[in-house]
């Protein structure tokens, strides 16, 4: 969604544009489990980060309002990525040591250059890779195993209870 209004992701929100309510994005921030920021690109300015952000970069909320986002990361890189996908990189932490992540660049505003971005350690993506494939393999392997039922309700029935569960959710159309 682009807007000529550069607060337009603000006035969605809070209906219309106000100062001190900053707390509104650190709060909706602060909902993901997974560092996060808003970046002013165009400014190279970090306008908002979360807790896991601070974790992971060791500043403190203050301090990171202070730096520029091309001080933690390879901002030319960033900007060659388009919105909704993901690239690896290293993140540079507040003792100037670096970690290897993976980012997500979501588009909150094109022409004002405003974006949100979540970062995710290269080992935990892995790892949640490794169990992401190994339920999609138990899933399958229930699924195939839907033949050995006698009667064709059951296992249909099997068949919708497991894609629920593969899915995370309570309802399975089909």
Not at 1 to 15: A, C, V
Request: proline fraction near 3%.
């Amino acid at each position: 969604m682009n807007s000529k209004n550069s607060n337009w992701f603000r006035n969605i929100l809070i209906g219309k544009p106000q100062e001190d309510n900053s707390s509104v994005y650190r709060n909706l921030l602060n909902i993901l489990h997974d560092p996060a920021i808003i970046v002013d690109l165009i400014n190279d300015q970090i306008l908002f980060s979360n807790v896991e952000f601070s974790k992971i970069t060791a500043y403190s909320p203050f301090e990171i309002s202070k730096i520029s986002f091309s001080s933690v990361i390879d901002i030319d890189k960033v900007k060659s990525i388009l919105p909704g996908e993901n690239f690896r990189t290293d993140l540079l932490k507040r003792n100037r040591t670096s970690t290897s992540v993976l980012v997500w660049r979501y588009s909150l505003d094109e022409p004002t250059g405003i974006s949100a971005f979540v970062f995710i350690s290269e080992q935990q993506y892995l790892e949640q890779q490794f169990s992401w494939q190994e339920d999609l393999f138990r899933t399958t392997q229930k699924l195939l195993r839907l033949i050995e039922f006698d009667s064709l309700e059951t296992a249909f029935q099997e068949a919708v209870s497991t894609i629920g569960t593969f899915f995370e959710t309570e309802q399975v159309c089909i």
